[in-house]
């Protein structure tokens, strides 16, 4: 493990940062309700719509995701969208809509943050604050979110070195908040056929480095459904802690990301190969450990 | 299935290419003396030193790798160097060496071609032709191994798309050698904490649009000896027939490429996992299919 | 031209995006004091420290900039930082410092604004307020900065499309501020001599798709302060509407960037040569003209 | 200087090797009949059509570029596609036309070779060897070009580093031909609105490292008419010794590259702008010196 310790140490300084596994030996491991991700706990899947769109969409979502094996309720109410004429998502009644959800199944709810100024009221809703990518580096948000106790799920930004990724969480810690999940979701290079390129190299570096979870996000990670399948066991075969993945009723119709949305039988065809996996996973783990 | 091919239609025509499988819908099946890549068959792992040293180093590590249950042995007689004042390889000689290597343990053979003019000359010892990433879009060769018959493995170029990838194999098609295997060996992007960026996405997109089969590179695509035993895993897990793995006695040793260069003990522990994974991928092949 | 248009609009719908200038023929000009970016008008240069470190510094800075011909001064009071535990700027007392500065030298003011909550009171000081290109895509900022009058910088994230850069423009645009002044400071590429990759090929893209003034940072563009002089000049033969240049009493003593930040000796040669070029341009600008 | 040198001499060893300035002071100056490339010469204008498709095309486009003050003519006899079935040039038919073209006009030839078993015959046609980018890493060929002394045109690989482009004209350098001219001709990034990113940043650290002159491609480095000529004129701000251009009489009937290639009144523009410009050029040389 030398030569990699090694390497990485030129980058940045290694002493005394909280992020690091050598300064934390031991596997964060965080709870939300009965669900607990990282160290030695089964990968779980959290699941649901890119955006809520209405009342009916996101129950029929959530219970069925949940009958699957999902284990949390992913929804986006405020969305960040690159033209500012698009759909930006129903707001505080998204989230309105997300907590029926968790009342009817039990499913704690991951949403997006992206304005220190909406934290208190998305944290009133939310269970797991999801910081997007394109907000990796709003320290300012990062600096909030560390203020409070609130589980957050961090994703990698779109040009984000390990480092920067790695540091970004740091400023959650730094902050008082330890409960910071990572998550891959694919990094921006000049290959074309797929939404985004799906650097899954970062899953055991991480898990060396760091003793934070690190989730995988194979939605955007792809943009394509065809590929979700097979990269989220790929994902898990890195060493995920869970994956994140969009599924609808409907999902050509999805208001957003429809091509990268997964259908209601996809999803079952893919937990039923997860469940086995990880069955599967139990029995070898020994010898897939990287750190 | 729409999308993705609707999307990728884009960008190439996809009428009267050899090398789709709308031209050609059964899988291609490689065969190399009593191995057979591709299609249903089980993935197979190709081992050995990223160069040929001496007699010694081969042999030790030919035995140990086919005792571990490698199928092929890989070792570079011809090095495409970067620096003209680094070790350029034994050349004919190292071919010799892999020869003997191949008459001790019936493992077949896997050597670089850089020169079209040395075709004949590397034929007459490999049993796999390799181009190497630098030379994917080396065209003079494509065509000139295209016109044998002997099996190529095509690596992707360092910034070549799915699309540029696969024309450079319809390049070897198309003068009559159906034998390519493709392979990933990660990309060039900013991330700088591994030395290529491993595209394992590429995986399932070829299996969908080619009869092709694709293996995965993960010492390359890593470039750190930490990262490989997972990134195989998942590289598996994506849906490749087989894996290209740098092993050494020494790893640390290696002239070339110590960092991602493997030690036996790590590798016995590799196929351990991997033939267990093979086991477990046949009871449920049926739900990770993509195409 | 239609070959260009008609290449854009596969990927971004034309029709009503105030950013373009289909929708707003004449050139926009920004004026901020004496000052006119835009349009016809004499490229300008905008320099000054990374940091704002203290009173002597700034002042000094101040004066020198102005005395070779700088209209503006830049200089940061909240830095955003990779690492939490780095400097992060004095905040308002260095607001509090480039007021003083403008005071002495009538120099308008570029500082940079992270929070949508300090808005109020970084425009309190600032003449331009920067976004950051790590929140290029921080629609909370964008929209809040709409919603003034002051001028915005906005520079062009880390990897951020053409495409995306204009919709980030739209964001303020359609908020009810006009007064966007374009920047590309680099992007980020696998090539790693320089910190960044400069992208002129934007600056003539932009100045035919939009009205909007765009300007060229060539200190963080390059990362390496012998680039910065002839990237400077090339930025304006590519047709940009000014530059914005890193300079520091003493460059390697400063707290910030002091690999890309230039002292005065540099910055003098600079202007001479910037002067001269700015002079030749007014002859044969006729030529260079792309839309 | 010092950093640079500094943070470069991390990568690669610098002693020894004959490409670097370090090893070897003065400029090289590269003669091919009249025209002088490198150092204080004046920057030259390289242009033709991308292939060569017939006499009356490549005579018709030789007389006029030579008119507007072109010092060489391009145009490609065997073309490297990606696609096997697209157009591969007229191979030696073309080089016949070509050397037609130079008798009637006198300007040196530039043509590229592709196969090292082609060299003896494109070597008695070509005044100069183009070695492109795919094959920037085709050590056979760099060194079978490196045994004779025609002058080499090296363009930079699409993926390839300031050092590997450096290294690749080691190859050459080191077996013996010290003529290579290098050549910038964009990058493979994520930025997609051009064909490719033209990272100009190179010219001015190439001078400052190695002795070789380096010219560049607008035409390949943007893929868009529309910024050819902006990008022209950036290239020679920048340091550039010479600009290689596509020019067709009827630019968009162009069998290859049609978008890129400029018509005979854009580049009677873009000639008087050069010609202005290096006038002006002659005059502020020294501020703009970067080594």
Redesign the interface.
């Known amino acids: 493990?030398k030569?990699?310790e090694q390497?990485?140490s030129i980058?940045?300084p290694l002493d005394?940062?909280q992020v690091l596994r050598r300064e934390h030996p031991e596997d964060t491991i965080i709870q939300i309700g009965d669900v607990r991700i990282g160290g030695e706990c089964e990968p779980i899947v959290i699941a649901g719509p890119c955006s809520v769109e209405n009342e009916e969409q996101i129950l029929t979502i959530a219970q069925t995701v949940k009958q699957h094996g999902a284990k949390m309720l992913r929804g986006g109410a405020f969305k960040?969208?690159?033209?500012?004429?698009s759909f930006q998502g129903l707001g505080e009644e998204g989230l309105k809509l997300l907590q029926i959800a968790r009342e009817e199944t039990g499913l704690p709810i991951v949403t997006e943050v992206?304005?220190?100024?909406?934290i208190e009221l998305v944290a009133r809703y939310a269970d797991v604050l999801q910081i997007g990518s394109?907000?990796m580096?709003?320290?300012?948000l990062l600096k909030t979110v560390g203020g409070i106790q609130k589980p957050v799920l961090l994703k990698r930004?779109?040009?984000a070195?390990?480092?920067?990724f790695l540091?970004?969480a740091?400023?959650i810690l730094?902050e008082g908040n330890p409960n910071v999940i990572l998550c891959e979701r694919g990094?921006?290079?000049?290959?074309?056929?797929?939404r985004n390129?799906?650097?899954?190299?970062?899953?055991?570096?991480i898990k060396?480095l760091s003793h934070l979870p690190i989730i995988v996000d194979p939605s955007h990670?792809?943009g394509?459904?065809?590929?979700v399948?097979?990269?989220s066991?790929?994902?898990?075969?890195?060493?995920a802690d869970g994956l994140i993945i969009e599924v609808h009723s409907h999902p050509d119709e999805s208001i957003t990301d429809a091509?990268q949305t997964i259908g209601f039988e996809q999803f079952s065809?893919?937990m039923?190969?997860i469940n086995?996996?990880i069955e599967?996973q139990k029995?070898?783990a020994s010898?897939?450990t990287?750190y």
Do not use: C, K
Not at 137 to 140: D, G, L, V
């Open positions: 493990m030569n990699f390497q990485w980058d940045i005394g940062l960040p969208r690159t033209n500012p004429h992206m304005d220190p100024r909406d394109r907000n580096q709003n320290f300012p930004g779109m040009a070195t390990l480092e920067e540091l970004s740091e400023y730094s990094i921006r290079s000049f290959s074309d056929f797929s390129t799906l650097d899954l190299n970062i899953v055991p570096a060396h990670g792809t394509l459904r065809e590929l399948n097979p990269m066991l790929a994902a898990l075969a890195a060493g091509f065809q893919l039923q190969t086995h996996f599967w029995l070898h010898t897939t990287v």
